[in-house]
């Protein structure tokens, strides 16, 4: 009998735990796995402010695929994938000759969504990965290096915009208010000059979190020196800035560095592969297969599911992602042994922690409030636990948060 051929597309959280999981259900001569990723490194998604603001090494935020994967069942081809051809079963690469799949799992994770806002694609960064968070970190050292070189100083060249005061506009403001200082000692820089502003357009910060611990978050980012703009909306990024609307008042913010962390989507793939989805994200049925294709699974940020006590899809999140992974990697040894019952997939939420810094954070776990010293140790707590999930206690070891604070 032929075996299966399983292909994973994207080695992210989702994907890498549909592997993980899966090598270890299925003997050799049950399948053929092969998993295809842009680079032959994960990277923590969920630590990636930390090495856009340099409080964190980027090289702590990744490590090698080959560390977690059983190389006698799972065949790793580092490429980038272009298009699925749903029609013919087909995978297309960019330097590979195309795949062939019995059963799929796309886990191409998120991109950068910037709304069609003029600009923003050519002058703002964003936090998209790990090459996109290297490139942050140096820019925003060489504004530093090159205020000190220059006779006529130019003050903005020290501002840096956040766009969206979200979970990731608010980690990454936590991690700038600390590496701020270090970078003004570095460079000589009068910390007076530096300005680090967030725009938000909705009327608060973190949109539907606790008010209590957003009030608690303002004020330690306020402290620290960030300036809020709350209600306002980047409507253009410019070489020189920002422009922001605020009840029609149109104003230039003029900035060195300009962050859009306002918006994700799913992979770009995934439209352009023909599949029925909102902002790269595919409406899956309850088993995580994409409709009308029974051989395609779809998880993590590419794809959507609808939170039935709020009717409202359920935020792209790393947890719901490895969720969904585990429920991937049951669902097709199913189908590969042609045994059992499919399972359907329900998010076991366990919370929210956010942090601001390495020492403080606020959190919502098991429905409990937690802040300062108590959530920062819990953040570090959830981001081994995620190493751990993959790669077990080896990779904790060699990759994990054991300054708790
Ligand atoms: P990803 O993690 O995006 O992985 C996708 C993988 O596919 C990557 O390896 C990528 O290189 C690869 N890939 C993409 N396109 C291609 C292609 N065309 N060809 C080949 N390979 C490709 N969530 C939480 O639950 N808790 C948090 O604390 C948290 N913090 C976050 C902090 C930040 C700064 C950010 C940006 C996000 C955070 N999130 C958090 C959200 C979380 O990171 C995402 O929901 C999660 O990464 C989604 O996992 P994924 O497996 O779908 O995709
Ligand atoms: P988000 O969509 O959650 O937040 C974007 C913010 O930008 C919103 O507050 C929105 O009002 C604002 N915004 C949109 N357009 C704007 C504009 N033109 N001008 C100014 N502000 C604008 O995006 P995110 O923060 O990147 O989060 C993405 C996903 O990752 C979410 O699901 C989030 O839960 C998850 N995440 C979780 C954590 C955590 O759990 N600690 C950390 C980071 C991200």
Not at 248 to 258: L, M, N, P, S, Y
Request: with cysteine; charged share 25%.
């Amino acid at each position: 009998l032929k075996k299966p051929n399983v292909v994973v597309l994207g080695a992210g959280y989702g994907g890498l735990m549909t592997v993980t999981r899966l090598q270890k259900m299925i003997g050799v001569n049950e399948a053929s796995i092969t998993l295809v990723n842009k680079h032959d490194y994960h990277y923590e998604s969920t630590w990636l402010h930390e090495a856009a603001a340099g409080t964190l090494h980027h090289e702590r935020v990744r490590y090698a695929i080959a560390d977690v994967i059983d190389q006698s069942k799972v065949k790793f081809i580092q490429d980038t994938v272009e298009k699925i051809n749903l029609e013919e079963k087909q995978v297309l690469l960019q330097n590979h000759e195309p795949l062939t799949y019995d059963y799929l799992v796309v886990a191409l994770g998120f991109e950068s969504e910037t709304f069609g806002i003029k600009g923003l694609k050519e002058y703002a960064f964003s936090i998209a990965n790990v090459n996109a968070a290297r490139q942050i970190r140096e820019h925003i050292e060489y504004q530093f290096a090159t205020y000190s070189t220059e006779e006529e100083k130019r003050d903005e060249r020290l501002t840096i915009v956040v766009g969206g005061a979200g979970f990731t506009g608010i980690e990454f403001l936590g991690e700038l208010v600390n590496r701020v200082p270090e970078l003004c000692r570095e460079y000589d820089v009068d910390p007076n000059k530096v300005r680090i502003i967030c725009v938000e357009a909705a009327p608060t910060v973190l949109p539907g979190f606790d008010p209590e611990l957003v009030e608690y978050a303002v004020n330690v980012l306020e402290k620290k020196g960030v300036e809020f703009k709350i209600g306002t909306a980047i409507k253009e990024c410019t070489p020189e800035g920002i422009i922001v609307s605020k009840d029609d008042q149109v104003e230039e913010i003029k900035a060195g560095t300009v962050v859009w962390a306002a918006g994700v989507r799913g992979s770009r793939v995934i439209d352009e592969s023909g599949f029925e989805a909102m902002r790269g994200r595919v409406k899956v049925d309850p088993f995580l297969r994409a409709p009308g294709h029974e051989d395609v699974f779809v998880v993590g940020d590419c794809a959507l599911i609808i939170n039935e006590e709020t009717n409202r899809p359920y935020p792209p999140t790393a947890q719901i992602a490895m969720q969904q992974g585990e429920v991937c990697a049951k669902n097709l040894a199913v189908l590969i042994r042609g045994q059992g019952e499919l399972q359907p997939f329900k998010p076991d939420l366990k919370g929210t922690v956010c942090s601001l810094g390495h020492d403080d954070a606020i959190g919502v776990v098991f429905g409990k409030k937690i802040w300062g010293a108590k959530a920062s140790v819990m953040k570090k707590v959830i981001d081994n636990r995620a190493l751990y999930l993959i790669g077990g206690p080896t990779l904790v070891a060699k990759k994990g948060k054991f300054k708790l604070l």
